[in-house]
């Protein structure tokens, strides 16, 4: 696995032949109505003839955008190999956005001091926790109720303190409450790297980006595994499962929207299911988020449901 380079920059081409490679893997000659002859195939799934085949293109050429040296791959091209290798949505346009990175949208070069005063005003008008991450999932903003739910022992960091805001990664990976936190933490930690890989395949010119990647590689076996895996999927709503400390169980529904004109941007809400325990639990979680954070085993959790 090569997620950087020296330069702090991701290895597009190494990238690229990565992703094809993992899709080619998982492919066999009978899942696309191909006869695979021989007993013994050196590689699992498809083999790069046998892909070039299906997606139309000479062998050579394909074998030259899988080793990254060929970088002006048509629309046409990249549509027929994302149809023979069955690609989702989302590996399409991260098929895309490797194979063409100079289209990228450059995202600023140090990180964003907060999100816009209006959706600051927004989040802290929100009745349920809400928070804006940027691309590369620095918090740009939350209010009490997501400070409490997902780092309560941690600092808010104000409007004008941004370094003491979390990024929910790093946070993630590398914080042991984290690990607490969420009793599926094998479920949230795929979704993470799945969206992860969709934000670096969108910026992949983006130095601070990249050296997230490689801080999380080298600090979590656990993401380094992932990462290799080269999962893509964007994550735009959901369950996630919480035993927060102070409050027990709580099962709560998210939406993520992208806010437009931001470079990325997103706001994330969180919601219980109404007259559930979940909504009892996170009402006073509410509570609890007047009093400020909390050092872990201060206060008193309640039983789990």
């Known amino acids: 696995m090569r997620p950087v380079l020296l330069t702090g920059r991701m290895d597009i081409p190494a990238e690229l032949g990565d992703f094809l490679r993992t899709r080619r893997a998982r ?32 062998v050579a050429y394909y074998t030259r955008l899988e080793q990254g040296q060929s970088g002006n791959a048509s629309d046409g091209v990249l549509d027929a190999l994302a149809r023979a290798l ?17 289209r990228a949208v450059r995202l600023p070069a140090g990180r964003a001091p907060s999100a816009g005063a209006g959706v600051r005003q927004l989040v802290a008008a929100m009745a349920v926790p809400a928070l804006v991450i940027d691309a590369r999932y620095d918090v740009l903003a939350w209010n009490a109720q997501a400070h409490a739910l997902l780092a309560g022992h941690l600092d808010a960091g104000g409007p004008d303190r941004p370094e003491e805001r979390p990024n ?24 993470a790297v799945s969206s992860l890989r969709l934000s670096a395949g969108e910026h992949p010119q983006d130095r601070r980006l990249a050296e997230l990647i490689g801080e999380l590689s080298m600090g979590s076996a656990e993401f380094s595994a992932l990462w ?24 709560l529904s998210f939406e993520m929207m992208r806010l437009p004109d931001t470079g990325g941007q997103g706001l994330l809400a969180l919601t219980a299911e109404p007259g559930s325990p979940s909504e009892a639990a996170l009402e006073l979680l509410t509570a609890e988020s007047a009093l400020g954070p909390y050092a872990p085993g201060a206060r008193t959790p309640q039983p789990a449901d």
């Open 27 to 58: 492919l066999q000659p009978e899942d696309v109505g191909l006869v695979a002859y021989g007993a013994r195939r050196r590689v699992p799934g498809l083999r790069r003839e046998e892909l070039a085949q299906l997606a139309g293109v000479s």
């Open 86 to 102: 069955r690609l989702s949505p989302d590996e399409h346009a991260h098929l895309r956005n490797l194979a063409r990175p100079g």
């Open 168 to 191: 929910t990664q790093r946070l993630l990976f590398l914080d042991p409450h984290a690990r607490e936190l969420y009793p599926r933490w094998e479920e949230e930690a795929r979704r």
């Open 228 to 251: 290799a895996r080269h999962p893509v999927r964007g994550c735009a709503s959901g369950v996630k499962e919480f035993h927060h400390p102070l409050v027990g169980r709580m099962s």
